[in-house]
């Protein structure tokens, strides 16, 4: 991919953007242009594409921000608007966002295309920008995605269907070119489809849904998605925080390729509104995904030394994907503890995984704390408590830098925040998942 896209640079013949429906270009590239594709008609094509004010900019190497501006903009406190531009060979169509911020990875940018709706929503801190239009001609299924990190870019690079040239790359849609507060935007869904289902304990299962090849979507970590079903004539909406398929996902052979791939693990409650339906989904079934959400910074995990995971049942499920990173990528980190609270032995979600871990990385060690245990449980038993709480939270020094995340019913979170704030941690070493 990463050739491709260096191969597309020296070809860049085109470009044409909307900035709310405006129309830049640079006339020095067209006049380039023209000389290697004699398809390309200035006028003709301002007239046939977006009307518009039309605005002259100095050209510059391609793909390339003038210096000063990224300096300028990645001091600055708050994100300062992106732009977009495309350009394209005779088989390619590139789509570049310049988010103008460092923070950005493939997690940051999630883009759709359907019919003739293409969509491209960059997350950008508690912003969202969204690039939203119709294309002017048809593109294949499959598109990549990538990301140069250190200027904040993001390149998609579209098949065109037929090699002939654009000209223009369609037109806008909704809220194109919008750069809102997140919470300002509406979730945005697509359909997936089962692919899997297995046991995992005799009310979780561990479900496997598969993404559109038109969609490129990673869940960052610490994040949920919100699953929609129609259920008697209404849909429904719950969330639900993707998992790794394994605790040791990183260390086998890829099978297929794991960014089509959602895991979640979800408990079936016989009388809940929403899982029992989902539990009906048979293989090949479809179901609504949308876009990630949620309040946990993949940064609180920096040059951390000692990480503790509080969790009840199903409040396991983000801890999964943080255990995951924190172990295969934060070079500090000395020990992981993860205290997992059930009900019983036979409701512990992925105990031998866990003990597997243990064995093979001395960093982590779990400790499982049943509230109604068989008779024969010789570990430890009741609620979580101060008591529990101060034997298990030892830092590994005094000035250690910790982070303790806790997820499970909503007393228990509650309750749990309320105990470590007594134990003196402060707000920036507690992490509570919550909706
Ligand atoms: P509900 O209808 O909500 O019922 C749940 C239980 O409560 C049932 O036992 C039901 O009988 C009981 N109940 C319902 N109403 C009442 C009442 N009035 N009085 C007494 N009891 C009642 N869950 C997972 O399994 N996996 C996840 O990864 C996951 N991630 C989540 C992420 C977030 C951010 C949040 C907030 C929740 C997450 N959940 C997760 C929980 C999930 O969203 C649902 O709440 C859960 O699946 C139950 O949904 P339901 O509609 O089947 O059950
Ligand atoms: P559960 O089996 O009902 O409970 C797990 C353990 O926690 C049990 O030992 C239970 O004890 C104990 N517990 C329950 N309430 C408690 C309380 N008030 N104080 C102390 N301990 C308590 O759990 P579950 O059915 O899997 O539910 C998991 C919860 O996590 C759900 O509410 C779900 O919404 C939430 N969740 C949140 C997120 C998120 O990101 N926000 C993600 C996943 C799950 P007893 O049953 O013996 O009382």
């Given at each position: 991919?990463?050739?491709?896209?260096?191969?597309?640079?020296?070809?860049?013949?085109?470009?044409?953007?909307?900035?709310?429906?405006?129309?830049?270009?640079?006339?020095?590239?067209?006049?380039?242009?023209?000389?290697?594709?004699?398809?390309?008609?200035?006028?003709?094509?301002?007239?046939?594409?977006?009307?518009?004010?039309?605005?002259?900019?100095?050209?510059?190497?391609?793909?390339?921000?003038?210096?000063?501006?990224?300096?300028?903009?990645?001091?600055?406190?708050?994100?300062?608007?992106?732009?977009?531009?495309?350009?394209?060979?005779?088989?390619?169509?590139?789509?570049?966002?310049?988010?103008?911020?460092?923070d950005?990875?493939?997690?940051?940018?999630i883009?759709?295309?359907?019919?003739?709706?293409?969509?491209?929503?960059?997350?950008?801190?508690?912003?969202?920008?969204?690039?939203?239009?119709?294309?002017?001609?048809?593109?294949?299924?499959?598109?990549?995605?990538?990301?140069?990190?250190?200027?904040?870019?993001?390149?998609?690079?579209?098949?065109?269907?037929?090699?002939?040239?654009?000209?223009?790359?369609?037109?806008?849609?909704?809220?194109?070119?919008?750069?809102?507060?997140?919470?300002?935007?509406?979730?945005?869904?697509?359909?997936?489809?089962?692919?899997?289902k297995?046991?995992?304990?005799?009310?979780?299962?561990?479900?496997?849904?598969?993404?559109?090849?038109?969609?490129?979507?990673?869940?960052?970590?610490?994040?949920?998605?919100?699953?929609?079903?129609?259920?008697?004539?209404?849909?429904?909406?719950?969330?639900?925080?993707?998992?790794?398929?394994?605790?040791?996902?990183?260390?086998?052979?890829?099978?297929?390729?794991?960014?089509?791939?959602?895991?979640?693990?979800?408990?079936?409650?016989?009388?809940?509104?929403?899982?029992?339906?989902?539990?009906?989904?048979?293989?090949?079934d479809?179901?609504?995904?949308?876009?990630?959400?949620?309040?946990?910074i993949?940064?609180?995990?920096?040059?951390?030394?000692?990480?503790?995971?509080?969790?009840?049942?199903?409040g396991?499920?983000?801890?999964?994907?943080?255990?995951?990173?924190?172990?295969t990528n934060?070079?500090?980190?000395?020990?992981?503890k993860l205290?997992?609270?059930?009900?019983?032995?036979d409701?512990?979600?992925?105990?031998?995984?866990?003990?597997?871990?243990?064995?093979?990385?001395?960093?982590?060690?779990?400790?499982?704390v049943?509230?109604?245990?068989?008779?024969?449980w010789s570990?430890?038993?009741?609620?979580?408590?101060?008591?529990?709480?101060?034997?298990?939270?030892?830092?590994?020094?005094?000035?250690?830098?910790?982070?303790?995340?806790?997820?499970?019913?909503?007393?228990?979170t509650?309750?749990?925040?309320?105990?470590l704030?007594?134990?003196?941690?402060?707000?920036?070493?507690?992490?509570?998942?919550?909706?």
């Amino acid at each position: 991919m990463i050739e491709t896209a260096a191969l597309l640079r020296p070809l860049t013949v085109l470009r044409c953007s909307f900035t709310h429906i405006a129309f830049s270009k640079t006339i020095a590239n067209v006049n380039t242009v023209k000389k290697v594709h004699r398809w390309v008609n200035y006028e003709s094509m301002l007239k046939e594409c977006l009307v518009g004010r039309m605005a002259m900019k100095p050209a510059l190497p391609k793909g390339m921000l003038p210096q000063s501006q990224v300096t300028d903009t990645l001091a600055k406190e708050g994100p300062s608007s992106p732009s977009y531009d495309w350009f394209q060979t005779d088989s390619l169509v590139t789509i570049v966002i310049y988010t103008k911020q460092k923070d950005i990875n493939l997690d940051s940018v999630i883009v759709d295309h359907r019919d003739d709706s293409f969509r491209a929503e960059t997350v950008i801190k508690d912003y969202s920008y969204l690039v939203h239009v119709a294309l002017s001609h048809e593109i294949q299924e499959d598109f990549s995605v990538l990301v140069v990190e250190n200027v904040g870019k993001i390149e998609i690079i579209l098949k065109k269907k037929e090699n002939i040239s654009w000209k223009c790359l369609g037109h806008p849609l909704e809220n194109h070119n919008s750069f809102i507060p997140k919470k300002d935007t509406g979730l945005f869904y697509r359909k997936c489809q089962l692919v899997s289902k297995e046991d995992v304990t005799h009310d979780t299962k561990l479900f496997c849904l598969m993404l559109p090849p038109s969609t490129h979507l990673q869940v960052p970590v610490g994040q949920h998605v919100y699953l929609k079903l129609p259920i008697t004539g209404t849909e429904i909406v719950k969330p639900y925080t993707p998992v790794s398929d394994s605790l040791f996902s990183e260390f086998k052979e890829p099978v297929l390729p794991n960014n089509i791939y959602i895991y979640f693990l979800i408990k079936i409650y016989p009388a809940g509104f929403f899982t029992p339906e989902l539990d009906q989904l048979q293989i090949g079934d479809y179901i609504s995904v949308s876009n990630p959400e949620g309040n946990f910074i993949i940064s609180q995990l920096q040059e951390l030394e000692d990480l503790f995971l509080l969790a009840a049942g199903t409040g396991f499920t983000p801890m999964v994907k943080v255990l995951n990173y924190a172990l295969t990528n934060i070079p500090s980190l000395r020990k992981v503890k993860l205290m997992f609270f059930n009900k019983t032995e036979d409701d512990i979600i992925w105990r031998s995984q866990l003990e597997k871990l243990a064995f093979k990385d001395k960093r982590f060690e779990v400790e499982f704390v049943l509230s109604a245990p068989a008779y024969e449980w010789s570990g430890k038993q009741g609620y979580i408590s101060p008591a529990l709480l101060s034997e298990f939270l030892e830092r590994s020094s005094d000035t250690s830098r910790v982070l303790i995340c806790l997820c499970g019913p909503t007393p228990f979170t509650e309750q749990g925040m309320k105990m470590l704030h007594d134990l003196n941690f402060s707000k920036d070493e507690i992490h509570s998942f919550t909706a």
